[in-house]
């Protein structure tokens, strides 16, 4: 920590609240499973923890190193949250004394993930356990939350293998339960079914991972509706470690980095390029703890990609616009001799790569007319949940650098719980350093740890903050900026 000032003299002297949008707490798993056991019986949790022991660094540790090279063992993580700093730890399992302790951090307001089990819930394959543990990880989570909702508000964990596991749970979660942060589950792996068919031994390995707004296996517009309904903005805080190219098995380092971000823009380019954002214009989704470099990187590709490959801009690839002669002129006075020679083998469409795709426009579910109409369907419907030691958090208000002058909607997630919070007062001092530093304003870093938060909840739902610490000035600040999307 390179600040000067304790959390608490910062926070002392803010003119706003500091809101967490992505603080962890730790679950006592054989606490939750009293409640799985309600849930499902004597069955259903011994399957559980069958299941459960796949996950982690339980099974990869008892397999030989040779057999885990011949396998290609994911390295997984392993000494995930903090042990030295005792006091922290208890606060990360125990919500009360988190309430207690949020005055000391800084903080006026936050929500609050999972970490062990509810977060791997909804990735479970076998349905009948997905659906059991994450009702019982929700019940386990409201009963230790209990009666501090003025300023700490826990996550349910919502299944996304169906729209109908999906909505079945947002409704118990938020009508029965009164949750009002839901983590929904992303990149759900599917059986490429082709393979399946032939090959059913070899159709474990041979997945896909649903990016859930474009080419998925069913149409989740009925789970957007639903959230709009219930008043709650869809938060992911999906992994890829282990897709792709973070598959090294001996270095958690290299799988580790990056991972949360590339899971975040997979889906958030999946719902802005099929079309979610221009259905559902009320619609604001949360993705957690990959910074917001990814998404900078990404608006300006979508606004790069749309003035190339739009359908007009691609009559300048149309084949049909070659003029053929012309091009042979050239080859015949500028081509080499072994050019000439094969001339008579030129391709009508000179060696494209494929013919006239079913579907010429890939902004089409869009139905963006200019590039700006990118930034009105991105930029309000997207918040980025980025911890407070990133030097990049700054990017998303550059507006002189992102098209369009849009500063995209960075909230402020402290991570606590985690490794690498070893000291929870350190997070806020970490924050400001930005400010300190000179790349972040006092009015961005208002919008980065207040008011993009306030826009997210309220945005979703109006009454969001009624009953908290903060209702008053979140009302106050609401009536002098109009909720706009940039204060």
Known sequence: MSSQHTAEAIHARLKHPVLDADGHWIEFEPAAMEYLHKVGGDKIVERYKKVANQ??????????????????????????????????????????????????????????????????????????????????????????????????????????????????ELEFAVKQLGFKVVMLGSLPRRPVAAVAKSNPEASRYAVWHDVLGLDSEFNYDPVWAKCIELGVSPAFHSASSGIGLRTSISNFVYNHIGHFGQAGEAVCKALFIGGVTRRFPKL????????????????SDLIGHWKKRNADALEDTNPANLNREMLVDYIQRYGSKAFVSVLDQLEPGVGLLMERPEQLDDFAACGIKKASDIRDLFVPHFYFGCEADDPVNSWAFKN?????????????????????????????????????????????????????????????????FKGTAVESQVQKFLKETNGSASA
């Open 55 to 168: 996950f982690g660094n339980k099974k990869w540790a008892q397999t030989p190193a040779a057999e885990r090279r011949e396998r290609r063992m994911l390295q997984p993580g392993w000494w995930g949250v903090p042990t030295k700093n005792t006091r922290d730890r208890a606060t990360a399992m125990l919500p009360k004394l988190l309430h207690e302790r949020m005055g000391e951090l800084g903080f006026d307001f936050s929500a609050i993930y999972p970490t062990s089990g509810a977060l791997f819930a909804p990735f479970l394959r076998d349905e009948e356990i997905r659906r059991a543990a994450c009702r019982a990880f929700n019940l386990y989570t409201a009963d230790q939350f209990a009666g501090l909702g003025d300023r700490l508000a826990p996550a349910a964990v919502v299944p996304m293998y169906s729209p109908q596991e999906a909505l079945e």
């Open 284 to 299: 604001k989704f949360t993705f957690l703890e990959g910074g917001v470099g990814w998404a900078c990187g990404l608006y």
């Open 400 to 464: 002189k650098v992102n098209p369009y002058g849009a500063r995209l909607n960075a909230v402020f997630g402290s991570d606590i719980g985690h490794f690498d919070v070893p000291n929870m007062t350190d997070v806020l001092p970490e924050a400001y350093e930005g400010v300190e530093d000179g790349v972040l304003n006092e009015e961005d870093f208002r919008d980065f740890v207040f008011g993009n938060p306030v826009r997210l909840w309220t945005g979703m739902n109006p009454n969001f």
